[in-house]
């Protein structure tokens, strides 16, 4: 990873010297950095860049750009992972929001807006939410992908994981059967 992070620095370098700092380009440069710091553990590193990302997609592409709903995703999911759960869930709840209007709720993007926003809810201990809407989930993903698509079946396994979290026993028991 640490060689990783420097040729992604290179990398963006050369697209803000190339193309200057507003540049898509430079900014999809500078979102491959953050997210490798963020794969290297450097959280803070991470969410610096993502913050700066956001401001800057949301100045030069606007509020509903996809770029922007997946660059405010990318950094509330940094925050998640950094264990600042009451900045991530606004976040995700705006995205979930956000992507609903702008792509449809049965869009891919959509449903991943909502699992993000049930995971973020479930680490909060906020397991009813989570579970209202991994149902859903579930239930869009069965009828948008069909049962046997890799995302159904991983939906099936954290509405499972919720349920078992919640003390739902047999409906965990139920849901982890069908996914295996």
């Not at 509020?63 to 998640?80: E, F, I, V």
């Not at 264990?83 to 979930?96: H, S, V, W």
């Not at 995971?119 to 989570?130: C, I, M, T, V």
């Not at 993903?141 to 979290?165: E, K």
Request: proline residues 4%; aromatic residues 6%.
């Amino acid at each position: 990873l640490e060689a990783a992070i420097d040729l992604f620095a290179k990398n963006l370098t050369y697209h803000e010297q190339a193309f200057g700092p507003d540049n898509p380009n430079t900014l999809a440069s500078r979102s491959n950095l953050a997210g490798t710091y963020k794969s290297a553990g450097k959280l803070d590193q991470a969410i610096e860049l993502f913050e700066r990302i956001l401001v800057d997609r949301e100045r030069i592409l606007g509020a509903d750009h996809p770029d922007t709903l997946t660059s405010r995703s990318n950094l509330a999911g940094a925050y998640q992972e950094a264990g600042r759960i009451d900045e991530a869930i606004p976040l995700f709840e705006q995205n979930l929001t956000d992507c609903e209007r702008i792509l449809g709720s049965d869009h891919p993007g959509t449903l991943t807006a909502q699992n993000n926003l049930a995971d973020a809810y479930k680490s909060a201990g906020r397991l009813n939410e989570a579970i209202d809407l991994l149902e859903q989930n579930l239930s869009d993903r069965l009828r948008v992908l069909g049962p046997d698509h890799p995302d159904t079946l991983t939906a099936r396994n954290n509405l499972a994981d919720a349920y078992r979290s919640a003390g739902r026993l047999d409906e965990a028991i139920d849901l982890y059967e069908q996914s295996l």
